[in-house]
């Protein structure tokens, strides 16, 4: 009798002959990008340094892009960035020590916003390791101890042998819900060591599924079917599972109100009756989620921002999905259930009732009339302003990226992101730096669409060197840089709470002039031009820079009473 497990997949004559003869000249460094080419990558991002130079010489012999940026912190932003836009894992490659530690905190981004990063680094010669104090140049006594709190998994590699293995499991955690950053380490003389191991031709992974718990789905069905007011929070992890229309399937049957984190912009249309859009930071917004009797959390862990700082105390019952197991009722008590929220919702969808309420809408218009009038009080038409000709210069369909300044603040609640998995910031870690090499991992994804990124000066000077990155490779990336003279959201915070700012001015360069001498044209703007200087630049081909100088004002929180 012949069992499933007893059957193998027999190699051909040629796949036989090629491993019995590879070919010359191979090293280490070659099973690590053959090893990515059978898994389906097409496009690798880094940085080359003296102990994985084995690793990028063997790009050479592969059909690999590679994408060079100038910081490996951004080219980890870049991979990120490419990894949300198309689904796949991101390689990226790094040397040792600071090399790779440079990229850190582009990592925590990821692991926050649940972005697969398959990052593969060199590590000092086998003969360092163990702990002893060898004196290798870049060495640390346990390089993978700095990434075990980071990533989702670390991987080490000892041998050749293992490296094929080893990427292969890399690759299917990353891409196991939750999608996430994880990690590979290869010694030096493994990678540059010549190999007859034979050429890597294949490396199917298949990323299990994380379905729903039927009798959770069932009592959660049967809450939200009996609700009287059932309100929905949608998180990342709707748009990451590419679930935006099963949530609305799910809203309209039920009638229930929708409102959607700053990660999980887009998941449900703006201008919905159904829509709250993303006022989260608003007492209205939280009084309406409070009195839900059913509340709904798809993709989200409930945290400081979509719990307006945790103010949030809901007092019906919730329903929280979420695919992190660490993140189920870590804020709120709930009925829990640990799933993808593609695979939930679709249960939920095949289990609940229909319910009729016609005064949902006029609930939610209630709501975001008190949340217009609250803003308008407050005289803050410039920034309204800016914050409208942006999102009437960009495309529909474009994506757009973020840094931590203070118009994307405003853009995490205001801005009508269009579509899923368009708008992206760097809210999950808070790290400066993201939107201009996040940008440009976008446009590789797509080079097709033009793509937006947003940084204040404080931020842009994190990222100017990728200018270079930006013409060398003619993205097609357009950066919007507010130009305030310092760290305009940290001069607010300070001033509010101290009376004054410190360390928050800065002597910043003329943005337009650096921009040009890299070879990408630039433009000074203003709040009246806006539209129309962005718009021109988006729709030309190639990198280019607008700046505004301009000192815009946060909306007055809610949350400290």
Do not use: C
């Amino acid at each position: 009798m012949t069992h499933d497990h007893d059957l193998v997949l027999r190699p051909t004559a040629a796949q036989t002959e090629a491993a019995l003869n590879p070919p010359p000249g191979r090293n280490g460094g070659d099973l690590v990008v053959e090893s990515l080419a059978g898994l389906g990558a097409t496009t690798v991002f880094g940085l080359p340094g003296q102990h994985a130079l084995g690793m990028f010489d063997a790009l050479r012999r592969s059909d690999l892009r590679y994408i060079g940026l100038r910081v490996e912190n951004n080219a980890g932003f870049a991979a990120d960035a490419y990894g949300r836009v198309t689904g796949e894992a991101a390689p990226l490659l790094l040397s040792t020590g600071p090399g790779a530690l440079t990229s850190l905190a582009a990592l925590q981004e990821a692991r926050a916003a649940s972005a697969p990063v398959l990052a593969i680094s060199s590590q000092v010669p086998t003969a360092g390791l163990g702990g002893g104090r060898h004196g290798y140049l870049h060495e640390l006594p346990d390089q993978a101890a700095s990434f075990r709190g980071v990533v989702k998994s670390v991987h080490t590699v000892r041998t050749q042998s293992q490296i094929p293995s080893a990427i292969a499991e890399a690759w299917t955690s990353a891409l196991t819900v939750p999608h996430g950053p994880v990690w590979v380490e290869i010694p030096q003389d493994v990678l540059l060591a010549e190999t007859q191991i034979p050429v890597v031709t294949g490396g199917d992974t298949f990323p299990e599924d994380l379905p729903p718990r039927p009798e959770l789905t069932a009592v959660a069905a049967d809450l939200l079917s009996r609700a009287e007011r059932p309100a929905i929070v949608a998180g990342g992890g709707v748009v990451r599972a590419d679930a935006a229309k099963k949530l609305r399937q799910l809203a309209e049957r039920l009638q229930a109100p929708v409102v959607t984190t700053f990660g999980g912009k887009g998941a449900f249309p703006w201008t919905h009756p159904l829509s709250l859009q993303s006022w989260l930071e608003d007492r209205h917004t939280t009084d309406f989620l409070e009195d839900a009797d059913v509340l709904l959390v798809v993709g989200s862990g409930l945290g400081e921002l979509s719990s307006n700082y945790h103010t949030f105390k809901p007092r019906g019952r919730v329903i929280q999905i979420e695919a992190d197991l660490g993140k189920l009722e870590s804020n709120h008590p709930a009925l829990g259930i640990h799933a993808d929220a593609r695979l939930a919702l679709q249960a939920l969808l095949e289990a609940v009732g229909e319910r009729t309420d016609p005064s949902a809408p006029e609930r939610v218009r209630a709501v975001l009339d008190k949340v217009r009038d609250r803003i308008a009080a407050q005289e803050l038409t410039l920034e309204q302003d800016v914050l409208a000709a942006v999102r009437a210069a960009l495309p529909p369909g474009a994506p757009s990226f973020w840094d931590m300044t203070i118009l994307a603040y405003w853009a995490w609640s205001a801005f009508d992101a269009k579509a899923p998995n368009t708008m992206h910031s760097a809210q999950g870690a808070g790290g400066l730096g993201y939107g201009f090499p996040a940008a440009l991992g976008a446009a590789v994804a797509d080079p097709t669409n033009p793509v937006l990124a947003v940084s204040g000066d404080g931020g842009a000077l994190y990222s100017v060197a990728e200018l270079a990155t930006a013409r060398q490779y003619d993205l097609n990336v357009t950066w919007l840089i507010v130009d305030d003279g310092g760290y305009g959201i940290l001069r607010e915070y300070m001033t509010d709470a101290f009376g004054a700012p410190t360390a928050t001015e800065l002597t910043r360069p003329d943005f337009v002039a650096l921009a040009e001498s890299f070879g990408v044209p630039g433009v000074r703007t203003s709040p009246q031009t806006l539209a129309a200087d962005l718009a021109k630049a988006l729709a030309a081909p190639g990198p280019s820079v607008v700046v505004l100088p301009a000192v815009l004002r946060m909306f007055a929180p809610t949350h400290l009473g």
